[in-house]
């Protein structure tokens, strides 16, 4: 009988869920639609839903949607991986040896504030205009995040696990690979999905600027050729865009924590 109760609470968790969601949605659009009938505004200046759904057909017909999505998720895979592979394991060693970190802490702390955007004129300068400039911002946005998350969880680590380590006399690769990376991942994993949703936002600015292709770029060529509903479909892609970039990570949390 309790398992019974069980599952049809899990089930009701699970329509709620999807029900939920589906009607904060239709909501939006509802309360969009009655905002622009009320104000009377010029749908050229505020397109009404079905107006934007008809720009999501075209752009999607002619395959623009398409290849500007594709040119913005490779720049933040790029950039974001590239700060994985060099952030982690520089948290990693700054976490495990305080005068590595008494060295490098300080240059860390004084440039992680610097908005990634502040560095947009000298990127355009030394990489030009493409890929380059866009994902070396990508990278900034997420290296210094992930690299103080990675040895704060360092840091974290209870003693006694290396005392333990040095009594079977591991090596330094052991000590990493048995103890301080199982021991750091579920608050890795969480600073990443942190971070992807930060480079998600530093693509879309970077690309109004520094390159000829992606979300952002789409997003100011249609305002300078006045077409606000490709705006807007710019602005819906971005954050489904990020909603599944979030689930993807939020998933990775699940499991790890699980694990």
Sequence with gaps: MTLFWTKKREIIEIKAGTLLPLITFVAVILIWELTIRISGWSTRVFPTPVTVLQ???ELIRNGTLLKHSVASLYRVTVGFY???ALGIPLGII???YKPV???FNPLIQFLRPISPLAWIPLAML??????????????????????VATAIAVESINPIYFQVAANFD???SEIVKKIIVPAIIPDVVTALRLTIAIAWLVVVAAEMIAVQSGLGYLIL??????????????????????????MIMRRFVILKWQN
């Design 55 to 57: 720009g999501f057909y």
């Design 221 to 246: 060529d249609s305002r300078n050729a006045l077409r606000m509903d490709y705006v807007m479909v710019g602005m819906i892609m971005i954050g489904l865009i990020g909603l599944m970039l979030d």
């Design 170 to 172: 591991f090596s330094k």
């Design 82 to 84: 590239l700060a994985v």
């Design 101 to 103: 970190k008494m060295l």
């Design 94 to 96: 700054i976490g495990q």
């Design 126 to 147: 030394w990489f030009g205009i493409g890929d380059q400039p866009a994902i070396f911002l990508i990278f900034l946005s997420s290296f210094f995040s992930l690299v």
